[in-house]
């Protein structure tokens, strides 16, 4: 499995200049809010993804004056071998992605190179938000594992682009419409096979983990809701046409997709307390590890941040009890409480590394 062994970072959010060397099995950060420990995180997660976890444009991820970011990280890849990744980016735009000093023809062939998940206290969007949030989260998760699932989703969105700027006419080309309808059907029509599959295998999964973190009760589930479980893509754009064009946008298809999380078969953000929700969203975020685990033959990278935020210490005993077996690979902990985090820890596993934040700086312990 990829291992970060060093990472070095330059001039990212809070951050002036940082070199580390990391515990290839947990490494420790505590600090107090607003030190850095989750800007160290999001700098593991964009080495992987490309983009920050949180951020929705490059503009926020530079240190206050700067004019320019840079990441860089020492992996030792699944097969024994090591490889250096590093992004710089300009406020200009200007983003060049490199492994081993060579840049990508597309910065999306590095997706699914260094797998990763994280669990962070912003996922509770994924209860309370709309399902743009939830679809966002399933497209990052099989974007890692199947490369074309990731080039059909960005090649429908510039085409549903494209169709709803037709829309906005007066008299938009009909036949033009048409070709772009049938090329948006051959695109949506595996994506929503992928989105089918993932949430069948996804939802006992999460039931199992959220039984294990919360001792047994409720049943907890995930399902795939789309307009192409009735009808095909093209159908559904021929039927919806006339109100499309009053509309001025295309008012179907798998941008309107949804993932429904539930309890005890009712919505989980209208019955489940804080605490069930919290239990849930890690639950599923560990799902998604095993899948990807699955999927990889090897376990991807797990950074969990104030992962202890509204759990009791009986969950979080169970969660680190879990997270600490030989299944998972190398793993980051971010939590305010270091009494806390390391009497948990020390009781675990001796193999760790702890790390202290203060004003965007790193001191290992």
Request: charged share 25%; aromatic share 10%; hydrophobic share 35%.
């Amino acid at each position: 499995m990829p291992c970060l062994e060093k990472i070095l970072v330059s001039s990212f959010r809070n951050i002036e200049f940082q070199e580390l060397e990391l515990s290839p099995n947990l490494n420790c950060i505590s600090g107090n809010n607003g030190e850095g420990k989750t800007n160290l995180l999001d700098a593991v997660w964009y080495l992987s993804m490309t983009k920050s976890a949180f951020s929705g444009g490059d503009r926020y991820n530079f240190r206050f004056g700067t004019q320019e970011f840079s990441l860089c990280g020492h992996y030792r890849m699944a097969n024994g071998l090591k490889s250096c990744f590093s992004v710089k980016v300009s406020a200009d735009g200007t983003k060049k992605f490199l492994r081993d000093d060579k840049p990508y023809q597309k910065i999306s062939e590095h997706i699914g190179v260094l797998p990763v998940v994280m669990v962070s206290p912003s996922d509770t969007c994924l209860v309370s938000e709309s399902g743009e949030e939830r679809r966002r989260f399933v497209n990052s998760v099989v974007s890692q594992m199947d490369s074309g699932y990731l080039s059909a989703i960005q090649q429908y969105n510039r085409l549903l682009a494209q169709r709803n700027t037709m829309l906005k006419e007066n008299n938009p080309d009909l036949s033009l419409m048409e070709v772009i309808d049938m090329r948006l059907s051959a695109f949506a029509a595996p994506v929503h096979e992928h989105r089918a599959e993932f949430a069948r295998k996804l939802s006992p999964v999460v039931g199992e983990y959220y039984r294990m973190l919360s001792g047994g009760g409720e049943e907890v589930g995930v399902e795939y809701r789309s307009d192409l479980d009735e009808m095909t893509m093209e159908d559904c754009l021929l039927r919806s046409r006339d109100r499309d064009r009053m509309m001025k946008y295309t008012t179907c298809g798998i941008q309107r997709d949804d993932f429904l999380f539930s309890m005890n078969g009712h919505p989980m953000r209208r019955c489940g307390s804080q605490g069930q929700q919290k239990s849930f969203l890690v639950a599923l975020k560990l799902a998604q590890y095993d899948i990807m685990k699955e999927s990889y033959g090897f376990a991807p990278m797990l950074l969990l941040d104030d992962v202890f935020d509204k759990l009791d210490m009986e969950r979080i005993s169970h969660l680190l009890e879990m997270v600490s077996g030989s299944d998972f690979g190398q793993i980051f902990i971010t939590d305010s409480n270091k009494v806390r985090m390391a009497s948990l820890v020390d009781r675990i596993t001796s193999d760790r590394a702890y790390f202290e934040a203060a004003g965007g700086t790193f001191r290992r312990e």
